[in-house]
Each structure stands twice: as structure tokens, then as C-alpha cells.
């Protein structure tokens, strides 16, 4: 979940980390942490 640079996801991980990409309105690390 955290290694490479996130090229995929660009757009959305310009300014964040890819475990803090919103999704329905909570972070990722929000479900896995759950």
C-alpha cells in the first residue's frame, strides 16, 4: 500500500500520501485501521 509513488493514483497523491486518499469520505488508513 505504501511503496512506489503512487503514478497511478496522480492526480489524487500530488499532495498526499496514498494512505490518505479519500475514499467516501475516509482515508484509506481509516479502513485498514478498522
Not at 1 to 14: D, I
Request: glycine share 12%.
Amino acid at each position: 500500500m505504501a511503496g512506489g509513488r503512487g503514478t497511478r493514483l496522480m492526480p489524487l497523491t500530488n499532495n498526499r500520501p496514498k494512505p490518505m486518499v479519500p475514499v467516501l469520505g475516509r482515508p484509506v488508513l481509516d479502513y485498514v485501521k478498522d
